[in-house]
């Protein structure tokens, strides 16, 4: 058995793909797995169907399908998601695999850098996830590897299998932008230990950075009363937008202000929590430990429950 399995999905673009595949081959990790997955889109030109695992899902799965579809796939105990727009170099994963050899980790975040950009990004704030403004502005990400992390980015995080089968996955119904988003506020209320790999990085290309349409802002917003970091109702959906206004972008405002008026997704956050609680109970894993505290997290066990 791998001790790792690597998926990435195909997203429409062959070329984008088996570049990403190619720098995961060139610095492929000991005993390691490479899963491709697609919903008939690909057709593997270059026969690397010897150096990797490429699975065909339904027709019509998005991104976040053909994941959760690969973590089924998948055969190692754990697994690192990646999105095709990805490049990796050489001992990308031996930090990573490392912390998750440790008995409290269940979660490794790894830097992310924009190929044409300074700096990287770490994964998703724990800070941000507090706090309303700095969702509505878009700030999600964690800037230093010090700091407090929720979550990893979308393009790239290492995971326990059983621990993301326990959560369900990725809420397949939201935006790519959005659902790691979710998925760190999932961890964060269940305690689930997440670590930050401070010199693990990966370089990731325009296709893998976040970028808010008007739907993926409302999503955001709606999730953001859910996991009660903003307000919901008229009164708060008045006071965001007219922040929004004022600081220069009326249509994500409006959208933002839509979806913290709707409040629509919170019976589905709670009946979600409330699986995740029963799945992890059942599996009874030594090395997790859900902590019930005198907070926002511990209220929202209590209330899935």
Partial sequence: MPRLSIIIPHRNDDARLEATVLSVLENR???????VMHNGGYSDPYDLAEELLVVEAERRSNSLQLLNAGVAAACAPVVCTMLDGVT????????????????????????TRPAHAKG???????RALKSGSDLQRGRVELDKSTGACSGPHLACGFYRKKILRSLGGW??????????????????????PVACSAHSQVTIDS??????????????????????????????????LLRGVLAGNVALAVAWASGVMSGRATDEVKQRLKAAIQNLQAESQPQLKVYQRNDASSEFQRRAA
């Fill in 29 to 35: 990790p000991h005993d390691s797995e490479i899963i």
């Fill in 88 to 111: 990796v170099s050489s001992d990308w994963a031996e930090e990573p695999l490392d912390l998750l050899r440790a008995a409290d980790e269940a979660v490794v975040s790894v830097g």
């Fill in 120 to 126: 990287s990004t770490y994964g998703i704030s724990t």
């Fill in 171 to 192: 809420n397949e119904r939201l935006d790519v932008n959005v659902a790691d988003i979710e998925m760190a506020w999932r961890l964060r209320a269940l305690d689930i």
């Fill in 207 to 240: 296709n893998c950075t976040r970028g808010f349409t008007n739907a993926s802002m409302k999503q955001l917003a709606e999730l953001a009363v859910a996991y009660e970091a903003t307000g919901g109702g008229a009164t708060s959906a008045m006071g965001d």
